[in-house]
Nanobody
């Protein structure tokens, strides 16, 4: 399984960005897809997760509830998208997409076996 994250960039506070995570290598029928982020000088933290196919999520960290939305792409795209609105300076981080192929939607990065490269989001105040 390969994950490709894209969509990061520089945005002013209050603005929006859309991150995408495209998967390849196998089908994702029962996978959970997640986004984590690592702010400068801090540990990586959970942002949101969703089951690729069927019921399950989306689930959000309290810090992004009401501002971020995680949605599935089309079945052909094998992608998920993280719409980030009302961005704050504290959202500045490298964002990573991750996946797991066992049940459950944990918030611990150790529970995810597959990772994409990070994409940098910088929010200027």
């Amino acid at each position: 399984v390969q994950l490709q994250a894209s969509g990061g960039g520089l945005v002013q506070a209050g603005g929006s960005l859309r991150l995408s995570c495209a998967a390849s290598g196998r089908t994702f029928g029962s996978y959970f897809m997640a986004w984590f982020r690592q702010p400068p000088g801090k540990d990586r933290e959970f942002v949101a997760s969703i089951r690729w196919n069927g019921a399950g999520g989306p689930y959000y960290a309290d810090s992004v509830k009401g501002r971020f939305a995680l949605v599935r792409g089309s079945a052909r795209s094998n992608a998920v998208h993280l719409q980030m609105n009302s961005l704050k300076s504290e959202d500045t981080a490298v964002y990573y997409c991750a996946a797991r192929n066992v049940p459950g939607a944990p918030t611990s990065e150790a529970e995810y076996a597959y990772w994409g490269q990070g994409t940098l989001v910088t929010v200027s105040s």
